[in-house]
């Protein structure tokens, strides 16, 4: 059994994490951290897990911690997983960050969008950590960047295309629409109720700092850069994401090329899939799954591509992907303690 | 492995009982009927089951059925039911009823509430499945009337205090609220979204089917009759379930003795929690959960207790129990494949 | 023209207001005051106002305000209206307070609830604001106490009941249910989207701060004590209210001679609507007005009566409400301005 | 005082026009039409016009009707409403057809996306009712084809563009949102509460019978062939749509001189708000209102637009223009009966 620490447990994320590795047959959590509800109890925190969590909130201490678990995950805020993601490492514990700060090679395009990074020397080693892509350089590694849910939901649609040159790199657009868990638990006006209720808007038009890495990985995959039109909206519902994006395709690629790439890089086993012609995603049939449901119409006329990518964006765009990543890493079977069935209801 | 069947697969309650055979250790997924999907696949019905669930929907028979089965799950309307369990029960297949058909000891109180009952002689055998309160019955028969969500939601709190004369047996009232999906999946004006949507209402005033099953139990239980006060209400929601329950103690009856009460009956290990004094059931606690939540609040001066109850229609109320009934059949941990996890969020 | 007044206009029921006299033909809006928002525009704190109100929001200064108003609404919290009052008071000003500071006649019941009062000398001129109810007071009084949401709720249907005995005075029960707009503006945990939304609960049970509001209007309507028992619960909706009713008929009293004291207080020319016999209210055929419908079913043989009601919140429960008892002061027909026609979608 | 019919009420979009004919000051309804409820009064079928409406469901004849009505809307399917129209215009009724049958001068085009269309002869006086685009030929007509929902989102902030060549009329892309209202009142799956609440979902992509409308007013508008990507979606809520548009724009375009287009063409004194630079249209802003919100960013360096328009989909994408095009028809002030206040909350 591998023992689990989760950094920061009590955020939206920190509470899959929590529910996840409860149900995960082959780790134990050992141990939760919380700056805000230090010492009390999870299931005080969340009812919901009454009987089934029975742990105490206590400080992040590196050290402490390292001595009980072998693979932390840090559920914390940009900027500060920075700070601790070197000393579990040099504790040999291995290391999955849910925040943006290990998602980058280039430390100058994180530091364009967020601040100085105090922890260059590591990533290097950190691996993107969008699990059917990379998987080889996860299961090698210590350090693992989980993909930001927007990223995720653009990403798996389109690396594949774009790796095999089947789209073209620039006029990408991804007009995208999250749930509100996707900013996270901290009341604010913009999460109130009766502010998201019954409403729906895009926001950061222009200006979202997903951007530079999504465009760091297209233009890897790609070998050339690679710039997208990226507009967040969002939805009034809880958990869930849906990506449409527009592209066109490169010449004399057709929709068979299209299917081929997509069904060769995400087999029946994996948790993408590949709707059949004419059917498309709804969030409904993803929403408390690790799937990512991806369907796709081609204009043959125009050459205009419009690609729809589904999450759960907790899960596959969260914790569900950081749990396969640990799989990955240590191991195990990819899909263990993820076939969750929640889906459509 | 015990080979399971789900005869009326396609509702809410049908895809319920799917998804929770599927990933249920202990039993195996080997039939489904359906009359209005019959021939057509179970994913192309339920598209969150893509890649998970593997069988087409066939007829309804029963003889054929039973060759690929140990247990059937009835998930069809009341008064058709009564139709097929006899034949199942023939063929040595143990029958889950989801209908009201097989709940009612006296067939004259089902046949006042329904119509005339065709299968008579096995009202004797048949065991009501609360599971928590006839456990031992449940454990002895082949033939289990699961009980309704609504008595569900309201016997669990008040069968116990009822069967130690804690409290009064008359002037009982039950607040009932429930999500849409208890209204089941056929379309109809009352379930479009926009007439529900920001919407709460009661509905069958003085006048639900579910009333009789109620006072039945509460009498036996009581050993006098009982008569209870019970409105439903629409919430608009999808899945959950809460019961505001007023009632009278008797003389002398403590916060205290209560709590003792459903303490004793509702272990730790159980699906049953109650709550710490002065907390109380929200239905996201227990949404996507087999459990039912119990809080109540007791005022010395009046002798008015209010119990609230909290429950998901659908597993608790419905899929969940019937499949806690068919693991306390076939000898099993009462919890196998109920260790859901979704909960708030 | 009526020149009015909002203090403290940025919360919900502020919004309400500002609507409401905007779209009002006898009465023009010349002054808000906000303290988070002074000196900010109203459209840009309610972008929904844009083109359509054009007022700057003001530091809250009695003398100042009193020059540019003959009306003022007080939308300020509890505990803060009863300082400002006594100044529009002094200064010819009408005062309509939706806070609880005059609300009471006894200032004891209002001090066990809240605090010290510190113009308790007003509190003999100040008329509880039920409009429906209390119209000849409204009329000759400077100082209106606007009445609660829940209040409202319960005392339409109850009041005419009470005050000709044809329902008992104890054993009364509210079992009601709010949208979360009646929770406020100001974020907080408990009313943040993922907190609110698919769940539902009761709160403060056996201890809300309305209870003793209500049990004094009661009371002096029955000429003898009254108590009930009072469970809120919090809605997943935005707007809306509906309160289920447990009472006990008075021996002889029968179905038609509650429908008649109703009807009798309640003509068709009214904001309350009595619906026919076998008919219920819904959130939805109020949201938006200022209706308030009420339905009702007696069960002869218990002698149980269940009256239900149902208001928008924010309008017959608040802004609304304070309008029509504007209008009343004023000598305007009593619905001017309140022809409000969304209902149902 | 006009004299209004509406032909087929009792629909979503009839429920709308039946509210705001009867708060319209210049207005009187006089006779509402349904097939499903012939015989039954409005506020049976609408509880929440009790006391608002007195009217009566009749047969839909045409010259019985012409009798009583100086205008009449026809709030009927798609390929009814040309059956009547004709009858209507003969008796000198004015005509708003609110389905698509009078919308387009090309009758080719409605027939590739309807079907062979019966009142030809009436399609070059039949007007596109875009009320603030085509204003004076509305006035001067007797029949009015009221745009469709979707085509009133995208054209508001693209007709004038295109008009003055501003962007590119090749590769123009609409991601569009709706919420389930816009599917109608009849039952269905697909608009069955728990289908689409928490739930989120593209629709006929590649396919929608609205693109050839919007092609068809952007070719004549840009004097020269438009052609569009549209894609629309299902958003879980009742009421509201938001338009995401991406063009590219000419030469030398800059963003003063989209502004300065859109600001010439939607005075202070229209429903269409252009907001402030970085702001952005919000559904809830626009709810229960006949604005039309714009917001636009343009990324100089890719010469890319995104142009957002928020309307409420039954009013100024339906209900609500087409009592404009009545005001402007009958030569009364164009927002009259139309300062709704709903707007957020």
């Known amino acids: 059994m591998i023992r689990v620490g989760i950094a920061g447990a009590t955020g939206y994320t920190g509470a899959e994490l929590i529910k996840l590795v409860t149900g995960h047959p082959g780790a134990e959590l050992t141990a939760v951290t919380s700056q805000s509800y230090r010492g009390r109890a999870v299931q005080d925190i969340f009812p919901s897990m ?27 805020p940009h900027k500060v997983s920075m700070n601790y993601a070197p000393g579990f ?23 364009s969008a967020y601040q100085e990074h105090v922890a260059k020397d590591l ?26 849910c927007y990223p995720t939901s653009l990403l798996l649609p389109l690396l594949p295309l774009v790796r095999q040159k089947l789209v073209q790199t620039h006029g ?8 509100v868990s996707g900013a996270g638990r901290a009341p604010a006006l913009a999460s109130h109720f009766c502010e998201v209720n019954e409403s729906f808007k895009p926001y950061k038009v222009g200006n979202h700092r997903h951007v530079p890495e999504m465009e760091e990985v297209l233009s890897l995959g790609a070998r050339e850069p690679v710039t997208i039109t990226f507009v967040p909206h969002l939805l009034p519902l809880t958990r869930g994401m849906l990506s ?16 081929k790439s997509l069904l060769d890089q995400y087999g029946p086993d994996t948790f993408v899939r590949v709707l059949p012609q004419g059917e498309f995603p709804d969030i409904r049939n993803v929403r408390g799954t ?30 569900g992907q950081a749990i396969q990543n640990m799989n990955i890493m240590f191991g195990m079977a990819e899909g263990m303690g993820l076939k969750l069935i929640q889906g459509a209801l």
Do not use: W
Request: glycine share 6%.
């Open 50 to 76: 009454r009987n089934v969590v029975d742990l105490t909130c206590e400080a992040l201490d590196v050290d402490a911690l390292s001595q009980k678990i072998d693979c932390v995950f840090l559920a914390l």
């Open 89 to 111: 490492l040099k504790n040999n514990v291995k290391v999955i960050d849910l925040s943006a700060d290990f998602r980058f090679h280039d430390a100058t395009a994180y530091e």
């Open 123 to 148: 990533l290097e080693q950190a691996v993107y950590g969008l699990s059917e892509l990379y998987r080889d350089e996860i299961a090698a590694t210590n350090l693992v960047g989980n993909p930001g």
């Open 172 to 179: 990408i657009i991804s007009d995208s629409k999250s749930g």
């Open 244 to 259: 449409t994006i527009y592209a066109t395709v490169t010449e004399n690629t057709t929709g068979s090329m299209i299917r």
């Open 290 to 319: 690790n799937f990512c449901d991806i369907g796709f119409h081609l204009d043959k006329k125009s050459g205009r591509i419009i690609l729809v990518s589904a999450i759960d964006n907790l899960l596959k765009g969260a914790a």
